[in-house]
């Protein structure tokens, strides 16, 4: 770890500061990028951002590579796997909206071509307008985890500690 200043909640473990300063509010690009971001926020619910980085890892070979055609087409027997897979977060609601939540990417691929143009093609206001609109397509998503994804990809405004090296 460096001697840069970082936001209270990013100190005191490499993970933390490395998904800090390389990860949280930078755009990405890919569909399987935002679904793996939905799938950790909407699993730390309960449980703190360390717990989530630490089985990271996990969670990418679970929901391999979090490959959205894969994903969707999950059955019973894939998810009784996941939910005795104790590398990840082994709960029946979560696992359930994951699976869901791809079949969701899906349709919004097939209408506007990627996660992405459905996302920047939005005229969202408030967050309140962003829950409402993602409790269409999407479950188990709630005001904090919907607003946490949209920093956490550079959609929404992070506001940085006042000595944290990223403030703008």
Not at 8 to 27: I, R
Not at 73 to 92: H, M, S, V
Not at 123 to 151: H, Q, Y
Request: net charge negative.
């Amino acid at each position: 770890m460096d001697n840069r200043k970082r936001c209270a909640w990013a100190e005191g473990h490499p993970l933390l500061s490395v998904y800090h300063d390389t990860e949280y509010g930078f755009p990405i690009e890919h569909d399987h990028e935002f679904l793996e971001r939905l799938v950790l926020e909407l699993n730390q619910a309960g449980l703190s951002w360390l717990t989530i980085l630490k089985k990271r890892e996990a969670f990418q070979q679970a929901f391999e590579g979090f490959d959205i055609d894969r994903v969707a087409a999950y059955t019973d027997k894939d998810r009784d796997r996941l939910l005795q897979d104790a590398g990840i977060i082994r709960n029946r609601l979560k696992i359930n909206a994951t699976i869901h939540n791809a079949r969701g990417f899906q349709s919004i691929r097939d209408e506007c071509g990627s996660f992405k143009t459905w996302l920047e093609g939005q005229s969202c206001n408030t967050l309140d307008e962003w829950v409402t609109l993602f409790r269409k397509t999407f479950k188990f998503m709630g005001p904090e985890i919907v607003n946490e994804f949209l920093m956490s990809t550079g959609y929404l405004p992070i506001d940085h500690n006042q000595a944290c090296f990223l403030r703008v």
